[in-house]
């Protein structure tokens, strides 16, 4: 079969010139019903807010709707999205005459319903039935028949391999199927997931002329060991949030001359129960970086933090906290000219203590981080073109004007410079606090190493992908921590030099509030010291069990001494190729607590080793007589 071929189609990898014409092809993306929660009303409601132009109606959210397919159509048209397709026919090709007559008759009915819908293209996928035969020439012809019948009710068949499929589960036999077949109403369907899951070489695709690529659904998963089938249809993910290079495999696609829907086909346990509302925000924002990825759009550059100018904790109580912050040789140095607001300051560890009315609605919590930004202008027009929600620029008519954006969790993430110049009058977010009188204490932290937020339980992945492609960080492997009464896992996301750690966390993990928990871990060169003065000024760290110690002892050389005052402070160890830590731990107040930490040599982790001890300490206090 012969097809134009567009001129970068000839080239090994797409360069400069070719992304500049893919920039210019107009994509439209498209999310299958499966992919979100709810009824499909309030599906289609989700997939219209988040700016889809389509979507695939699985047959199940048809069959459970109560509102008739005309009236499924108007809804859909209403919310400004075409349905791309209709899925999925299965059990249709290589089977017994007998048979296919019934598939034929069926198939019928359903070519009238989607009359009704409005859809013109129907997703068959390969046989799994155990009356399939082995006969590529009896599913081919078939097909061709399905075809003809799809034709005459001006439809198009779309054949997609099941990486599980009974006789047909790879996309270059779907394909060599179709194309003898050889019947215009017939095209494939490529799914990524079933094509990267098979290990199978996504190369091949570009031998596919683009117009017999009928549609395409992307879809990433963890890279896990395990049968396909629970794999598919228990941890498919949005592209980005997995181990799939779907970026490359896009670029197959494009380069095979495909130019229908980007649909992403997502079967998830978690997507499944999670709010659509936000799934389909997360859903649109992984396209985008994908579309930017495969140069088909050319959102505003990242702008990678290059520090964290400060942590702002709302309290409702306010003394506790302040106690805290005095006993880790925090000093109050300003307080914000209109609101209730103060700034404490240790070394260059800045934490913002608010009073005011948010503080009565959320009990004491970690409620923002400022982000040092060499452009805040700049970072707040990239976050707002991956979709995420921006806040108002000035919260009083004195304030500085300040870029800030709402994380998926709820964080507020300012995009600010901190005015380290001393001058009285100081610029940007400093500017907008009045010095006050404090006392000259022993420094001995030196900046905020790193924040630790728990997410909600469903947004885990969400959250990687949002803080790396709208803040620019790039995120480690996500690590499995035992928390005795659940799972912790934990990953961080973080700049080139490591001065902006954000470790993404969701489990059970232990606060006063039996919220989600969040910490600021503060770096010191002599955490022996920093908790010894800790302790001196009244605080009190959380104590680690005798085992821990006697298993450290057991697992290091330590010089004389050494373990029993990491003992008597509860002091943790951890050590990796690169370099050692040592870390300690604050009692909790609300939903947050302290973490003092001193890395040495290069030491890139965040003691997950000592995790499940720590986990357990904290929930100690909250189940007495445990
Ligand atoms: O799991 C399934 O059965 C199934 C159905 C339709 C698809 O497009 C698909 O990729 C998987
Ligand atoms: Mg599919």
Request: proline share 7%.
């Amino acid at each position: 079969m012969s097809q134009p071929r567009a001129p970068y189609e000839a080239r090994a990898s797409p360069g400069p010139c070719v992304e500049r014409q893919l920039r210019s092809i107009d994509v439209r993306t498209s999310i299958a019903t499966v992919s979100l929660s709810g009824s499909l009303t309030e599906k289609l409601t989700a997939a219209g807010r988040a700016g889809f132009d389509g979507v695939e109606i699985f047959e199940n959210d048809l069959l459970a709707s109560p509102l008739t397919p005309e009236e499924i159509r108007a809804r859909t048209a209403d919310l400004g999205l075409s349905i791309d397709l209709y899925q999925p026919m299965r059990d249709i090709e290589a089977v017994p005459e007998a048979e296919f007559a019934r598939n034929l008759r069926r198939a019928r009915h359903k070519f009238e319903l989607m009359r009704r819908l409005g859809t013109d293209t129907v997703l068959v996928c390969s046989s799994v039935s155990p009356l399939a035969v082995d006969d590529d020439a009896l599913a081919a012809d078939q097909l061709r028949r399905l075809a003809d019948l799809a034709q005459d009710f001006g439809m198009r068949v779309a054949y997609e391999a099941l990486a599980w499929g009974r006789h047909v589960s790879t996309y270059d036999h779907a394909w060599s199927i179709v194309e003898a077949a050889d019947h215009p109403a017939l095209g494939t369907c490529l799914d990524s997931f079933h094509i990267l899951a098979r290990g199978g070489d996504p190369k091949g695709i570009e031998d596919i002329p683009g117009e017999k690529i009928f549609f395409l659904q992307l879809a990433d998963a963890p890279l896990m060991a395990m049968d396909v089938l629970q794999w598919s249809r228990h941890y498919r993910c949005f592209p980005g949030q997995g181990g799939f290079d779907i970026a490359g495999f896009l670029g197959h696609v494009l380069r095979a001359g495909y130019r229908g829907p980007l649909s992403l086909e997502v079967f998830n346990d978690v997507f499944r129960q999670a709010e659509a509302g936000p799934t389909a925000v997360d859903a649109r924002r992984s396209l985008l970086v994908l579309q930017e990825a495969t140069g088909l759009a050319a959102p505003p550059a990242p702008v990678a933090a290059t520090g964290v100018a400060f942590a702002e904790l709302v309290t409702p109580d306010v003394e506790p906290v302040t106690a805290l912050l005095g006993a880790l040789g925090f000093t109050r140095r300003a307080r914000h000219r209109s609101k209730p607001v103060d700034l404490w300051q240790h070394g260059e560890a800045r934490v913002l203590v608010n009073t005011g009315p948010a503080a009565r609605r959320d009990g004491t919590s970690l409620a923002a981080v400022g982000l040092e930004s060499p452009d805040p202008a700049a970072a707040s027009r990239r976050a707002e073109s991956l979709l995420a929600p921006v806040l108002p620029r000035r919260r009083a008519p004195e304030d500085a004007p300040l870029d800030a954006v709402a994380a998926p969790d709820g964080t507020e993430l300012f995009f600010c410079v901190t005015d380290r110049s001393g001058h009285p009058e100081p610029d940007g977010w400093t500017g907008d606090f009045v010095p006050v009188p404090h006392e000259r204490l022993p420094q001995y932290v030196a900046r905020i190493d790193h924040l630790a937020l728990t997410q909600p339980w469903h947004q885990f992945d969400e959250a990687a992908l949002f803080h790396r492609s709208v803040l620019g960080l790039s995120a480690q492997d996500s690590v499995d921590v035992a928390d005795p009464y659940g799972l912790h896992r934990s990953r961080a996301v973080t700049n080139a030099d490591g001065s902006v750690r954000i470790a993404l966390g969701v489990g059970p993990a232990p606060t006063d509030e039996g919220a989600r928990a969040q910490h600021i871990a503060l770096a010191t060169d002599d955490v022996v010291t920093a908790a010894r003065r800790f302790r001196e000024a009244g605080g009190r760290l959380l104590a680690m069990p005798a085992n821990y110690y006697d298993d450290l002892a057991a697992r290091y050389e330590f010089a004389d001494g050494e373990p029993e005052t990491y003992r008597e402070l509860g002091i943790l160890y951890d050590r990796d190729a690169e370099g050692e830590f040592r870390h300690c731990y604050t009692e909790t107040v609300g939903r947050v607590f302290f973490e003092l930490v001193q890395r040495d040599g290069g030491y890139r982790g965040y003691g997950a080793q000592n995790a499940p001890v720590r986990l357990a300490a904290q929930h100690l206090p909250r189940r007495p007589g445990r």
